[in-house]
Nanobody, 115 residues
Framework: VQLQASGGGLVQPGGSLRLSCAAS????????MGWYRQAPGKQREWVAD???????NYADSVKGRFTISRDNAKNAVYLQMNSLKPEDTRVYYC??????????WGKGTLVTVSS
């Protein structure tokens, strides 16, 4: 399984970006899809995830600003990020999880929020 993330870039504070991540290879049976982010020298932190049934969860730091969604037919997950702040500047990683405990990670996409 390979995950390909895209959509990162440079945006001004208050702006929006939409991240996408799609799986290729053996793409069946992902029960949870999510996003994590990491700043240089810091631990990777969970941002949001969504179950196969569509139940979404968010970190407090992004609640009300970010929206996660998934397309099961395309084995893809998306993260709509609005009202971006400089502290949202991170490398964002997508994560797909199977019920057997297997986790798959994308390579990351850089989001920079700066004026």
């Amino acid at each position: 399984v390979q995950l390909q993330a895209s959509g990162g870039g440079l945006v001004q504070p208050g702006g929006s970006l939409r991240l996408s991540c799609a799986a290729s290879g053996s793409t069946s049976g992902f029960n949870v899809m999510g996003w994590y982010r990491q700043a240089p020298g810091k631990q990777r932190e969970w941002v949001a995830d969504v179950t196969s049934g569509g139940s979404a969860n968010y970190a407090d730091s992004v609640k009300g600003r970010f929206t996660i969604s998934r397309d099961n037919a395309k084995n893809a997950v998306y993260l709509q990020m609005n009202s971006l702040k400089p502290e949202d500047t991170r490398v964002y990683y997508c994560n797909f999880h199977r019920p057997n405990g297997m986790d798959y990670w994308g390579k990351g996409t850089l989001v920079t929020v700066s004026s």
